[in-house]
């Protein structure tokens, strides 16, 4: 084993479980390891290097703005966040923004934010609120997340857990009406579903969803935190169905893979209702992040990134439609966001990402029978052609050493 990992194995808590490879660096869509080797990157992060890694855009943005400031407290005005929070509201169509640092803490803002709303504009009783959420969901590895969470993996030994969450099956409509009662906030949502293998729910779904929202006064939060910011061939995962949601959870790439960024978006009824001391981050919407994420959103737009996530998903998405193999049982997706479900009769997914590791292809398995395919959305038909078809050596050479 290398050393590296050995002594991560000695000094790291193990609640990961990284493939055997060590990553030095990074440039565009290609890792190298620390022996020199290069690899095709179809994780991106989970989303969050959706612009590729070391775009010269964002590094030339990082490097000017460290020169001048990279944190300052909330209890000044800064030069950067104001555009930065004026550009993402326009882009989402949203009408104010709450800058935080990561996927959970942003999550966590819209919690609140929805409880509030739910006391002071719908008048439910003082501690009742509850919000619906979808079984399947990733919201984030919080106590208060995991315990609205389905998944036994994320919550065993982490109880007692906040109430007041309600879970129905995801993709299904006809559950959200009959869940909602008078004391019901939010229906806190993904409109696809990442970590759960994406899942995709059913055509008009979304716009049915948000029709029983306005209907029973009860607020759309959707999380976009992976489907955000062109990984599905739109700008938000939203714009397939509607026009916007009451709330919008954005982060990952928002960062432009250098810093962690998110943000809670909403509607003016909801975000004035914070005060002065009722939320708050040291670090969110610090210059440095707002400079970033300012020029990742330019880069998405300027250089076309989301019609090329769509082009290109269209086009890995039917090449591996196209493979022909006994292991897979099926491959769902859309833009840049893709799913390949392994039958376990045959093998795990984690096997699978092992041997496309020998291939030169870094991915991983999600709730051990998926392999994702996520890669920057800078991407291009040739290197996906390479993995498309390295893809296929890798399952016919499981599929005889089984």
Request: charged share 20%; aromatic share 8%; proline share 5%.
């Amino acid at each position: 084993m290398d050393p590296i990992i050995d002594k991560e194995m000695a000094y790291s808590a193990y609640n990961y479980h990284p493939l055997p490879v060590v990553i030095s660096r990074g440039k565009g869509v290609y890792l190298w390891d620390n022996a020199g080797n290069r690899y095709i990157d179809m994780m991106s992060a989970y989303s969050a290097v959706s612009h590729g890694h070391g775009h010269p855009r964002l590094l030339a943005a990082l490097e000017k703005q460290a020169k001048n400031s990279c944190v300052l407290s909330r209890a000044f005005h800064s030069d950067r966040m104001a555009p930065f929070l004026e550009k993402i509201c326009k882009m989402s169509n949203m009408d104010m923004a709450l800058p935080m640092n990561t996927g959970a803490e942003a999550v966590e803002t819209a919690i609140k934010a929805a409880r509030m709303w739910g006391y002071q504009v719908k008048k439910i009783p003082h501690n009742k609120a509850k919000i619906i959420v979808a079984t399947g969901n990733f919201h984030g590895r919080t106590t208060t997340i995991v315990g609205a969470s389905s998944d036994e993996e994320y919550r065993k030994d982490f109880g007692p857990f906040t109430p007041g969450f309600i879970k129905i099956p995801f993709g299904n409509a006809k559950a959200l009406e009959k869940a909602i009662t008078p004391e019901v906030c939010a229906f806190l949502v993904e409109p696809i579903q990442g970590e759960a293998g994406i899942i995709i729910p059913p055509a008009g779904w979304l716009k049915q969803v948000q029709k029983i929202c306005k209907k029973n006064n009860v607020l759309l939060i959707l999380d976009e935190i992976q489907s955000g910011l062109g990984r599905t061939g739109k700008m938000f995962a939203f714009e397939h169905e509607i026009k916007k949601p009451d709330c919008l959870i954005l982060g990952k790439a928002l960062g432009g893979g250098i810093l962690p960024s998110s943000m809670f978006l909403a509607k003016k009824e909801v975000m004035r209702l914070f005060t002065p001391g009722s939320h708050g981050s040291t670090f969110g919407g610090n210059p440095l992040a707002a400079a970033v994420g300012m020029e990742a959103l330019n880069v998405l737009v300027e250089e076309n990134l989301v019609e090329n996530s769509k082009k290109q998903g269209q086009y890995l998405l039917e090449g591996l439609r196209a493979i022909d193999s006994p292991l897979i049982k099926d491959v769902r997706g859309i833009g840049l966001m893709i799913g390949v479900e392994i039958k376990p009769e045959y093998a795990s997914a984690r096997q699978v990402c092992e041997k496309l590791v020998e291939k030169g292809i870094l991915t991983k398995e999600t709730h051990e029978t998926v392999v994702r395919f996520a890669p920057p959305l800078i991407v291009t038909k040739n290197i996906l052609d390479q993995v498309i078809d390295l893809f296929d050596e890798a399952l016919v050479e499981l599929q005889f050493s089984i």
